[in-house]
């Protein structure tokens, strides 16, 4: 059932609902809808016309969402189901009430369309959050009280956090174990057994968001510690790029990243302008306007994915950009390591927040990122703070002010 009201008794807009695997939030997402859409209470006091629905991507929006053994159609008696148009991703029930369904990898698609209420399923998992959850809030903006649900297995996301202490989320909780009835018997007794206290089953299981990883070369609390409100003069600026293999959806995003070192040895960074779906000559230019706006001192980019394109690509932007190109020849932990070391020295500052840069240092640990995908912006970090403190020192530095 929906909650009532948020802690302070004030009506809720976000219903945040985090739970561990099969703790059974379809098939809450899914009654939710249905009661939205047939106007029942608790769910509504009259039907809501307008219904969108998030998927991570269009085949989780059809195969778990809609047509899922949890989904919305499985959970209306046949009298009440609605029909569904998988080529238009749109439900419509017999009351008139329509439910349109988009992908979280396409918040461009979230344009135009207005609702009055939607519901988001694994919210922790798009690639394009984001964005995404950005569009949708523009939209939800038809009947008395617009509003949404979340229902997601946690990670520590910037996006999630910021849900869970909006004044305006209810937040409710459930672990796999309360849905344990509907569950085989065995897969619970293992799945427990194997990873039970571990980070990963009190994530996957317990529902709990879990801040920091064991083995993560940086933690919350070190980050934190090294914020600071604006950078101090600069000897050097570097931005550093590590460019994607491809731009297709759903491809790695563009590490890019800036930083400056100061007199004193210190690095501190200045910007993270990564992105995802970049061609090569959109980040090519996103890196030479960085440049110019930093007033840095070279470009150093990886260049084990096509060395002569990388060269090409930021040479027809801009030929007179300085550049300095760089090869990995060890893992991205080993990289990484000596660069932990120096924020842990006291030695690299974050002149501001930069969140998604954050999470991936947070998350970084012997195996790469909790979510599989590349540490790009981590990957440009380590770049810019090699190249300007652990490499070769210039011969001549100058300083200027930021």
Not at 22 to 47: I, Q
Not at 52 to 72: C, F, K, Q
Not at 140 to 157: A, E, S, Y
Not at 255 to 263: E, M, Q, S
Request: aromatic share 6%.
């Amino acid at each position: 059932m929906p909650p009532a009201a948020t802690l302070s008794g004030a009506p809720w807009h976000t219903w945040l609902l985090m739970g561990g695997r099969g703790a059974g939030k379809t098939r809450a997402g899914a009654e939710w809808v249905r009661g939205l859409a047939l106007g029942r209470p608790p769910f509504a006091d009259a039907p809501v016309g307008r219904i969108a629905l998030l998927g991570e991507s269009l085949s989780d929006l059809r195969e778990v969402m809609v047509e899922g053994v949890s989904g919305i159609l499985a959970v209306h008696p046949p009298g009440e189901r609605p029909a569904w148009e998988p080529s238009r991703r749109r439900l419509q029930w017999p009351n008139g009430a329509v439910a349109q369904g988009f992908s979280a990898d396409d918040p461009e698609s979230l344009r135009g369309p207005q609702f009055g209420a939607a519901w988001l399923d694994e919210l922790a998992k798009w690639k394009r959050a984001e964005a995404a959850f950005d569009m949708l809030q523009f939209g939800l903006r038809l009947g008395v009280r617009p509003r949404q649900m979340v229902t997601t297995t946690p990670r520590p996301t910037a996006l999630l956090r910021r849900l869970m202490g909006d004044p305006r989320s209810a937040v409710t909780r459930a672990g796999t174990r309360a849905n344990a009835f509907h569950l085989a018997p065995s897969f619970l007794s293992e799945v427990i057994a194997r990873y039970g206290g571990t980070r990963l089953g009190r994530q996957e299981l317990d529902g709990e968001v879990i801040e920091d990883r064991p083995d993560a070369l940086w933690t919350r609390a070190a980050i934190e510690a090294a914020r600071e409100p604006a950078a101090p003069p600069l000897a050097r600026v570097v931005v550093a790029v590590d460019p994607p293999a491809s731009a297709r959806a759903g491809a790695d995003a563009c590490g890019l990243v800036a930083a400056g070192i100061d007199a004193a040895g210190l690095v501190h960074v200045l910007a993270d302008e990564s992105a995802a779906g970049l061609r090569p000559a959109q980040w090519a230019a996103r890196a030479v306007a960085l440049f110019r706006r930093l007033q840095a001192d070279q470009v150093v980019v990886e260049v084990n994915q096509g060395g002569d394109m990388v060269r090409a690509v930021l040479a027809e932007v801009d030929p007179d950009v300085p550049v300095t190109e760089v090869r990995a020849t060890r893992g991205k932990y080993l990289r990484a390591e000596p660069v932990a070391a120096l924020y842990e020295q006291g030695r690299v500052r974050h002149a501001g927040a930069f969140p998604l840069l954050e999470d991936e240092m947070a998350d970084f640990g012997t195996d790469g990122l909790s979510s599989g995908r590349s540490p790009d912006r981590l990957d440009a970090l380590v770049w810019a703070v090699t190249a300007l403190s652990l490499g070769p020192k210039p011969a001549a530095p100058r300083v200027r002010g930021l």
